[in-house]
């Protein structure tokens, strides 16, 4: 067999080995682990360039941006509020998804719950007040008539 | 006080601040380096790649940082404002070219004009995350001691100018 | 011409509007018949002139006169047919028409199904309802005219968004606005009742059927946005406590108190005041609603493009038609005590307290979704309340909603005993929380809050059939059950499977991100899927990339996906298509995403969900909107007046 013959199998030989086999699709992420911390992370973080969405699900330039640095920050071993706090000292408090519980948010963070103690205590002393009108008056005969008329609809001679 | 009132009351001071609300931008973010040290770094010249620009290169100077780009439409309606201002040479300009490639930016520069003293590159978008950016273009004042003073957000219009940037100037540069 | 006879027609329904209000509220105070009389028929002329001003509109839009401004704008010659008619409420002004017509349609229900109501008080409802319909054509006429023509008439149009293109445009505005207006309803009802100062049974009997229908086709409204946007958007979200659709779930929660409580007033006479705040609340909420997506006061994907003139005008309606009725309540609120009592422990407690917990939900939404306004409006710096603030503090609040739901259901009238009432519950109480505790083994990982949110669902269910088997057993003939019974379960069930869908999607849903070439397999939740081709395909005004995926479970291909990724030829922004298949117990959801690499073996980003019992969550809404639809159409609500005089009202009476 000639040169050409050889040179022939090496080159289809090197060929299919370098051919891809189809397989289990690679992540798109490299580190599956990270990908979920910096999800966990961008969750809680606002898109500022999207009109309402978090920095997790959008698309946009920053955002992509945003993510890419976030994740060196996670590579280079930051911690969660480390993180938090080179956004925040970059972008403001607006960049939180969730608002930080702060004197400018006790009203509504708190604000919720007080209401509905306050409103629990209301009710409470609304139903006990109901209690202590308990007997009905009873009706003289006018008012029996009156209350009748009411019962079947009958639009009064105002 | 009757406890009927109490719904009206609520809703009239809802309408307060609903009327208030009307005479805001709930998309602008104020930056929360006002009155901070700018944030460092160090780049590279658009025009020469080679030569290095750091931001503390223009200490002892009032300047300002202009972020900008050749795809940013709202750029170009900023740009004339910010040619007739330099040319009153009232402060060193900087400009960074945020996500451009250099050709483009060029190419966009020597089309419109250059209002820039230096102009840089910021390639990747790092210096602009650490400046806060999230919209071109942006323009920050910093003063002598690199302390940033103002930050426009958006174009710079000829109000922002005389009403809030030059007077600025005036009283950092003395 | 048609639109300036579309445009003529609104000017003509304005004068007709006022008209109607005038003489309807008017005539109605002072018994004058003669003007009393022309309430119906005003209100049905209302209807033909706003009718023929929306079909001129959506002539326009079908024939493709780009000579009118907002066909321009939203509009496109190669917009299929079906979107150059759905179109007329894609963008600001067609939807206020759109707006305008539900709200006479609604005066057109009332005109025509209110034979058994006295004239007064229907002369009464129809001009009040008259009078909000004048605001609106004021605004229309004066800042959002849909029939504004261009002098330079451009060749073609810019084309509707293409997140709009979609059936989902078709049935989602139309139903939510029907919920939205139709608390105009409940509302005028209860005007009029403060106006002539009969807030009795009578009249929350008038106005319970209202109310419910109302709150049907919001909740369908509000079911068909979250599914499309689901299905849409490509990233499996169906619910971001976006500013816009808090504005609609307001009215919702509002509108569910309101319902229990005309139950509470109608059939014992009590909570009147309260009704009557809900009643107006309900429908301001509506109006903020309309003013937060179209002034631009808060940033959101689904609001209008924003005009600080329409903000200042819908500001103004606002305060006015809420300053208005609230004042009146103040002056005119029912100072008798209703003379009828209840123990701790009764119905109406428990109705009431579900009510507190609603409304107090509804604050809360409210609150979260205004705090940044009112931080900046006081100078006090940008804040942003999103998601994680939202599913922090409603959650909470509705858990004991849905537990007091069931007792408030068993509990008698007036009084029960609260031994009793456990001594009844306890079986159906076991039986969930031990149903609950150990479901959620069977779908993978336990979780504490997944066994929390099926303990509450089995509570619901159980206890509804537990009640369902005895009202069988003790009635001898089960057809005198009145349907409104049923309906009251079903509805209490739909909510049990809407809650079971919530906690199975946010408890078990797992998705995959990859890159992947043809051929590839990525695997979630138990299925597979092999990506095995990809072309280009041309649709009628885009075109579009479109994945082959099969589908695969235990060696078995089940079928073959098509997730597409379109650019539109009036947008840069590529639109996801994703491809779903759906069953009873889960999605499976495929979304393609960009071409990472091109050449001889190209690779793609693609994402793909597994989401269990997602459907339940819609499907819940449906028979939430079926019981409630049940619960309006009982007999007694169409009966005329005279026959009620005999019809006595049993302690322990069902619903």
Aim: glycine share 8%; net charge positive; charged share 15%.
């Amino acid at each position: 067999m000639n040169l050409k013959y050889w040179l022939g199998i090496l080159l289809v030989l090197i060929i299919s080995s370098t051919a891809s086999y189809a397989g289990e699709a690679t992540p798109l992420a490299e580190d599956p682990v990270l990908e979920q911390r910096l999800m966990a992370i961008s969750e809680e973080l606002r898109c500022l360039v999207c009109q309402n969405e978090s920095l997790a699900g959008s698309r946009a330039d920053l955002a992509l941006d945003l993510r890419r640095e976030i994740r060196t920050l996670i590579k280079a071993g930051k911690t969660d509020a480390e993180i938090m706090d080179f956004m925040v000292s970059r972008y403001g408090d607006f960049v939180r998804y969730r608002p930080p519980v702060k004197p400018i948010t006790w009203v509504l963070w708190f604000g919720p719950f007080l209401l509905l103690i306050g409103a629990l205590v209301g009710l409470a002393r609304m139903v006990r007040r109901s209690q202590s009108s308990a007997a009905a008056p009873a009706l003289d005969p006018a008012q029996r008539e009156k209350a009748q008329a009411l019962l079947q609809d009958t639009e009064l001679p105002s | 006080m009757k406890k009927a009132m109490i719904p009206l009351g609520i809703f009239l001071v809802l309408v307060v601040f609903l009327a208030i609300g009307l005479t805001r931008d709930p998309r602008e973010v104020p930056s929360p380096l006002i009155n901070k040290a700018a944030p460092a770094f160090t780049t590279t010249r658009l025009q020469a790649a080679d030569q290095p620009f750091s931001a503390k290169d223009m200490l002892g100077q009032v300047w300002l940082l202009n972020t900008w780009a050749s795809w940013c439409v709202a750029c170009r309606q900023e740009h004339p404002v910010l040619m007739e201002f330099a040319k009153t040479k009232t402060l060193p300009i900087v400009g960074l070219d945020y996500k451009d490639k250099e050709t483009d930016g060029l190419k966009w520069l020597a089309r419109f004009g250059n209002p820039y003293d230096i102009t840089v590159t910021d390639k990747d978008g790092r210096i602009g995350i650490d400046y806060g950016v999230y919209g071109v273009p942006e323009s920050f004042l910093i003063d002598k001691a690199g302390v940033i003073r103002y930050k426009q957000i958006g174009p710079v219009t000829e109000e922002a100018l005389r009403d809030k940037i030059i007077p600025l100037v005036r009283e950092l540069q003395k | 011409m048609i639109p300036e006879i579309g445009h003529f027609a609104l000017i003509l329904a304005l004068f007709v509007a006022l008209a109607l209000g005038l003489l309807g509220v008017i005539g109605g105070q002072q018994g004058r018949d003669d003007w009393m009389a022309l309430a119906r028929p005003g209100a049905q002329a209302l209807w033909l002139l706003t009718a023929f001003s929306f079909g001129c509109l959506t002539y326009a839009f079908y024939t493709n006169d780009f000579s009118v401004s907002y066909v321009a704008q939203h509009s496109n010659s190669k917009l299929p047919g079906l979107y150059r008619v759905a179109g007329v409420w894609g963008g600001h002004e067609g939807s206020l028409l759109l707006w305008h017509f539900m709200l006479t349609s609604w005066m057109l229900a009332v005109s025509i199904f209110s034979r058994q109501l006295p004239d007064a008080m229907v002369s009464r409802v129809l001009g009040l309802l008259g009078l909000v319909a004048v605001g609106f054509l004021l605004f229309m006429l004066i800042t959002s005219n849909p029939f504004l023509r261009l002098s330079d008439v451009p060749t073609d149009g810019r084309d509707l968004n293409p997140l709009l293109q979609d059936p989902g445009l078709v049935f989602h505005p139309p139903m939510l606005y029907m919920g939205y207006v139709g608390f105009a309803v409940p509302f005028a009802f209860s005007i009029a009742a403060l106006l002539n100062g009969r807030l009795d049974a009578a009249w929350a009997r008038w106005s319970r059927p209202w109310a419910t229908a109302a709150w049907i086709f919001l909740t369908l409204g509000i079911a068909l946005g979250s599914w499309w946007a689901y299905y849409e958007l490509g990233w499996g979200g169906w619910w971001f406590w976006d500013p816009v659709e808090n504005a609609s779930f307001l009215p919702w929660l509002v509108g569910t108190a309101l319902m229990h409580s005309l139950a509470v007033t109608e059939k014992r006479g009590l909570f009147r005041n309260w009704t009557i705040v809900l009643a107006i609340t309900a429908f301001s909420l509506s109006l903020l609603g309309t003013f937060l997506v179209r002034s631009g006061v808060l940033t959101s994907v689904h609001a209008f493009a924003s005009d600080p003139k329409r903000g200042v005008f819908i500001l103004l309606f606002l305060s006015v038609v809420v300053g208005g009725s609230l004042t009146l309540f103040a002056m005119r609120a029912s100072k008798v005590r209703s003379g009828g009592s209840f123990a701790l422990v009764s119905r109406e407690t428990f109705l009431l307290v579900n009510n507190v917990l609603l409304t107090t939900a509804a604050a809360s939404v409210l609150l979260g979704t205004l705090y940044p306004l009112i931080v900046d409006a006081l100078n006090l710096g940008k804040l942003s309340v999103g998601p994680p603030y939202f599913n922090s503090v409603f959650a909470p609040i509705m858990v004991p909603v849905l537990l007091f739901m069931v007792v408030g259901s068993f509990a008698r009238w007036k009084s029960d005993s609260a031994t009793e009432l456990a001594k009844r519950l306890s079986p159906v109480g076991i039986a969930s929380v031990v149903l609950g505790s150990t479901a959620p083994l069977l779908a993978g990982a336990w979780s504490a809050l997944a066994a929390l949110g099926l303990t509450l669902a089995f509570w619901i269910v159980l206890a509804s059939l537990l009640q369902i088997y005895q009202q069988l057993r003790n009635t001898v003939n089960w057809k005198s059950t009145p349907i409104s019974y049923w309906g009251m379960h079903l509805a209490h069930v739909g909510i049990a499977v809407c809650v079971v869908g919530i906690t199975m999607v946010k408890g078990y849903e797992t998705e995959k991100d990859v890159r992947m070439v043809i051929g590839d397999t990525v695997s979630v939740g138990g299925y597979t899927f092999r990506l095995t081709g990809i072309r280009t395909e041309a649709g009628p005004n885009y075109h579009a990339d479109v994945g082959d995926v099969e589908l695969i479970r235990e060696d078995r291909v089940l079928r073959t996906l098509h997730p597409e990724k379109r650019i539109y030829f009036s947008s840069t922004m590529p639109m996801t298509e994703a491809a779903i298949d759906t069953s009873l117990v889960r999605d499976v959801y495929v979304s393609l995403g960009e071409r990472l690499e091109d050449g001889k073996n190209p690779a793609w980003a693609m994402r793909v969900y597994h989401k269990p019992f997602i459907t339940w969550i819609w499907g819940g809404c449906l028979l939430m909107a079926l019981g409630g639809a049940m619960a309006a159409l009982d007999r007694r609500y169409r009966k005329k007046a005279a026959s009620f005089a005999a019809t006595p009202v049993k302690n322990g009476a069902l619903v």
